[in-house]
């Protein structure tokens, strides 16, 4: 169910925007099947509409089916029984100076996808109780919905995060007493923006997460900071003398479960145990800080040595240190011959012959229990290999699956083929990754030694999976200009054969693609061009590093 | 004749808008809705409040006293019609008088007088020259960003900003209701002082607004059934 309130003729509130995104939607391929709901507007304004919609044969066909309705002016009460029973609330207004309908929605615990206008933008945090998109783009929009509809699980976990900042920040007893303190005294500091009213940082940082803490190091006398500001609650701890990071698993849900349909019989949670266990499996590894102390129950709980972070370096001294570090990782915890390895070499042999979804999902599932040592046993999608993720990519491309510009597609369909053609699935056992190696997880010891913090995306991989990554995110990720020579060439000076490089091009390439596709479902375009302008340059310059022929 | 002296006596000014149309009138918003809300509020925390509008319908009265603690003034300024906001500055002397007028007449004496809009923060600011009331002013939109957004401009607008800036730096409290709103301020007019701008956004009641638990005779099920008196009358 998606949700639009609001009143439907004023043209500020982006009516006409909503339904070209919904005529989008129903072009789309596998998105289950959605309703929407329009609240709002006189008797007049509803026949208005009705004419509108009767003009535009998709509206028309989901108002005949029942599936697009107008309800008219509704009472608050039944309002908020939309607002609970919807998938998210839409605010695609073209100005908003606040946005009452959003917090309306956020206090039933109702996600909102809404346009980054206005008071908008302060209300919802994006990836977190809801997503923003720029005013007036339709296929921004459509994209962002899509997330919703293909992870009801992404509602939610933002659809609770949502009611709980509605509840911390926009209760009206207590903005109405802050209105009323003002008319006696000016004593009240002002404030810079919803969340100092009352501390996010002491939602952070609460009294059970603080005693826990507490009686997990066995020190009373400890101070604590924190530390990040990334999905789970980090936290410095300077306690007996030493220093320590502490790291709550809250629970999560999948990017790939809100980007690829047919996820089905792979579990769609993340973070929570799934990576405590992930932490837990590397231990031993030598990339891993120090594990101090940890605690399973409840969010679990992880104290690892205090370090340095390793932020001076210059780049490319930074890139050698780094593919050594790596390595080291990929000799860790290798795999041996197990019924697990068998179906996955049996179920890449399968795409090998004849990709197609259906067969991409099965070794889907065999990548998952292969990785399934490492999650407590859970089934979760990783992303294993690249030249399949390439090829899941170019059919979902190839199937509409979601809302994207003709030139990102044309690029990505131009890339796709160039490195797929006449090349053979490269089999082989996977290596142990981390996973996620960006520059902000790279620690260093007191002896110069490299850490690397956070294993909670770890799985085995096919080829330098991690270095494609520490690529994507150095030289690619968020920058307008990346330089597609220029990681070409560390590609080829840290990849020591052609099929490392070849499959090191593949996972960049991969990578950047699912970051690119996946920000504009968050209502983020600029990765969309930042991914378009590195391809362009990309085939000739893998063409001339000799890494595809 | 005595002075109604009122210790916590509060003055809500709109005049772009009167609190008590019913919702889905033509211009009833957030804003709107806060006023009648905020008011309900003082009521309760023992504050006496007076609205005092501009009169929108001939139907309406000029005086109404609405329970012991309430009551709304609607000045007979401009055709007892709805007014886009432009037209209603353009009295804004008649309503700075007639807001004199009233005042005197039915001997108020405010705490503090809380403005909405420029017009009305300028009917304050100009009675604050001369009496000592506290004002507070809420902003709920900026000329400037109009402008910035493109929207067609009326030909009081220049007057409208200047009036502004006078407003926001005369009043004891400025209220915008998010950040991006101060943001503007601070962008578009660096003329004003923001150091007595206050971030205070409107709420929601969480006792109307909370998640509904999915229950077999829920509320779409009973409209769908065309049993809308609740769930006695599904079977």
């Known amino acids: ?549 | 004749m005595n002075a109604i002296v009122e210790v916590r006596h509060i003055g809500l000014v709109c005049f772009i808008a009167d609190p008590f149309d019913p919702p889905g009138h033509e211009r009833f918003g957030g804003g709107h809705l806060f006023l009648f809300d905020l008011g309900r509020f003082l009521v309760n925390q023992g504050f006496r409040v007076t609205y005092i509008t501009r009169r929108n319908d001939s139907a309406k009265p000029v005086f109404d006293q609405i329970g012991p603690m309430c009551t709304i003034v609607r000045l007979e300024i401009g055709p007892p019609e709805e007014l886009l906001p432009p037209v209603v500055g353009s009295y804004l002397d008649e309503l700075s008088s007639a807001f004199e007028q009233i005042i005197d007449e039915k001997r108020f004496e405010f705490l503090s007088l809380h403005s909405h809009y420029w017009i009305a923060g300028e009917v304050v600011r100009r009675h604050c020259v001369t009496h000592r009331v506290r004002h507070v002013h809420s902003i709920l939109s900026l000329g400037r960003v109009n402008r910035e957004k493109g929207e067609a401009l009326p030909t009081n607008s220049p007057a409208r900003e200047q009036i502004e800036i006078q407003v926001i730096n005369s009043a004891d409290a400025v209220i915008a209701v998010c950040p991006s709103e101060l943001a503007d301020l601070r962008r578009l007019y660096p003329e004003v002082d923001p150091s007595r701008v206050h971030i205070i956004p409107y709420g929601v009641d969480p006792d109307v607004f909370y998640p509904r638990p999915q229950s077999e005779s829920d509320f779409v099920r009973r409209q769908a059934n065309g049993f809308p008196q609740g769930p006695a009358a599904v079977s």
């Open chain 1, 1 to 549: 169910m998606i949700l639009f309130a609001g009143r439907p003729t004023d043209s500020r509130k982006g009516l006409p925007l909503f339904l070209e995104a919904v005529t989008i939607l129903t072009t789309l391929s596998g998105l289950s099947a959605f309703a929407i709901w329009i609240v709002g507007g006189s008797p007049g304004e509803i026949r208005h509409i009705s004419h509108l919609i009767n003009r535009l044969s998709p509206l028309r066909e989901l108002h005949r089916q029942g599936r697009l309705q107008l309800w008219g002016r509704v009472e608050n009460v039944a309002l908020a029984e939309l607002y609970s029973r919807a998938s998210v609330t839409v605010v695609p207004s073209h100005r908003e100076e606040f946005g009452i309908v959003a917090v309306e929605a956020m206090m039933c615990g109702c996600p909102v996808v809404a346009a980054k206008t206005g008071g908008l933008e302060d209300i919802v945090i994006e990836g977190q109780t809801g997503a923003l998109f720029e005013p007036d783009d339709a296929l921004g929009l459509a994209a962002t919905i899509t997330a919703y509809l293909r992870n009801p699980q992404q509602h939610d976990i933002h659809g609770k995060a949502a009611r709980a900042r509605a509840m911390r920040c926009f209760s009206k007893s207590e903005t109405l007493a802050l209105v009323a303190q003002l008319y006696e005294t000016n004593h009240r500091r002002p404030d810079q923006s919803f969340d100092q009213v009352t501390s996010n940082r002491n939602q952070i940082l609460s009294h059970e997460r603080l005693s826990r803490i507490k009686a997990l190091v066995g020190e009373d006398e400890i101070s604590v900071s924190p530390a990040t500001n990334g999905r789970h609650p980090v936290f410095c701890l300077k306690a007996g003398g030493k220093q320590f990071i502490a790291k709550f698993f809250t629970p999560r849900f999948s990017l790939q479960a809100s980007l690829f349909p047919d996820t089905a019989s792979l579990s769609v949670e993340r973070g929570g145990l799934i990576s405590y266990y992930r932490e837990l499996y590397n231990r031993e590894n030598p990339l891993a800080p120090p594990i101090r102390f940890l605690e399973e129950a409840g969010e679990p709980l992880i104290v690892t040595d205090w370090m340095e972070s390793l932020a001076e370096v210059s780049d490319e001294n930074l890139d050698d240190a780094i593919r050594g570090a790596l390595s080291q990782c990929q000799s860790h915890l290798p795999l041996a011959d197990c019924a697990e390895l068998a179906e996955y070499d049996d179920t890449l042999k399968r795409v090998a012959e004849s990709p197609d979804l259906s067969r991409i999902h099965q070794f889907d599932l065999a990548s998952a229990k292969l990785n399934a040592r490492m999650t407590g046993a859970r089934l979760i999608q990783c992303r294993t290999h690249p030249q399949i993720e390439l090829l899941r990519l170019q059919i979902l491309f190839s199937e509409n699956t979601w809302p994207l510009p003709t030139e990102f597609r044309t690029r990505v369909d131009q890339i796709i083929g160039l490195l797929l053609a006449n090349q053979e699935i490269v089999s082989g056992t996977p290596k142990l990754a981390h996973g996620d190696p960006k520059p902000e997880h790279l620690l260093v010891d007191s002896a110069g030694k490299i850490f690397i913090a956070d294993f909670e995306h770890s799985r085995y991989t096919i080829g330098p999976c991690d270095l494609a990554l520490w690529f994507s995110f150095t030289g690619v990720r968020g920058s307008l200009g990346a330089n597609a020579s220029r990681v070409c060439e560390r590609i080829c000076k840290l990849c020591d054969s052609p099929e490392e490089r070849y499959l090191g091009a593949c996972w960049v390439v991969s990578e950047v693609i699912f970051f690119a596709v996946h920000r504009f479902t968050c209502g983020d375009r600029r990765e969309l061009q930042v991914t378009q302008n590195f391809l362009r340059d990309l085939p000739m310059v893998l063409v001339r590093n000799e890494i595809i022929r």
